[in-house]
């Protein structure tokens, strides 16, 4: 199973929105509706952000948000805030019954 | 509080063995499936395996298939991963994690225990 696309950087101001893709297939992110977002600051542990393609778990702030498009996922943040400088990841379920990643996207705050 | 803390991890040789553990507190872990993830040291999360509530049902990613087993003892509220026949390419963090409530993807993960394979 081969990891799912992600760009490997992108950044922005304080306020701005951006947006990260994660491309995969139709046997992971164009066939289920089990997409979900991690955010991980260095050294620490992956927290869920968004399931099932846009659910938000409790506590997470309404300025993450998350789509699907055919075979892309993206996830968008909203209001750009310093402590938002992270790791992010895209998983989805796959045919084969197991899980996949994407590589990773490092979000800078400019 | 959910909590995931995972113990075991060290140095050890190409060709060697260890366990991991995954001790689980804070929610009735015996009712949760539970997934293994590693990342290897400033690479992503690569998905390990997966096991249902019970024990009677895994999953494995192909590249650890035959080499890692996962299995848990709800008694105990304990996960495990035993690796077996370790290469270089293994040493990497290893977190347990606790499958969501849309039965797939994880929500809660501990803080990782450090596996290091020597050639």
């Known amino acids: 199973q081969s990891a799912l696309t992600q760009p490997a950087s992108v950044s922005g101001s304080p306020g701005q929105s951006i947006t990260i893709s994660c491309t995969g297939t139709?046997?992971?992110?164009?066939?289920?509706?089990?997409v979900s977002w991690y955010q991980q600051h260095p050294g620490k542990a992956p927290k869920l952000m968004i399931s099932?393609?846009?659910k938000r778990p409790s506590g997470v702030s309404n300025r993450f948000s998350g789509s699907k498009s055919g075979n892309t996922a993206s996830l968008t943040i909203s209001g750009l805030q310093a402590e938002d400088e992270a790791d992010y990841y895209c998983?989805?379920?796959?045919?084969?019954?197991?899980?996949?990643f994407g590589g990773g996207t490092k979000l800078t705050v400019l | 509080e959910v909590q995931l803390v995972e113990s075991g991890g060290g140095l050890v040789q190409s060709g060697g063995s260890l366990r991991l553990s995954c001790a689980a507190s804070?929610?009735?872990?015996?009712?949760?499936?539970m997934h293994w993830v590693r990342q290897a040291p400033g690479k992503g999360l690569v998905w390990v395996s997966r096991?249902?509530?019970?024990?009677?049902?895994?999953s494995y990613a192909d590249s650890v298939k035959g080499r890692f087993t996962i299995s848990r003892d709800n008694a105990k509220n304990t996960l495990y991963l035993q690796m077996n026949s370790l290469r270089a390419e293994h040493t990497a963090v290893y977190y347990c994690?606790?499958?969501?409530?849309?039965?797939?993807?994880?929500?809660?993960w501990g803080q990782g225990t450090l596996v290091t394979v020597s050639s």
């Open positions: 994690a606790r499958m969501g409530e849309d039965g797939v993807s994880p929500d809660y």
């Open positions: 139709s046997s992971d992110v164009g066939g289920y509706n089990y």
């Open positions: 096991i249902n509530s019970d024990g009677s049902s895994t």
């Open positions: 998983s989805s379920y796959t045919s084969s019954s197991t899980l996949v």
């Open positions: 099932d393609v846009s």
């Open positions: 804070g929610f009735t872990f015996s009712i949760y499936w």
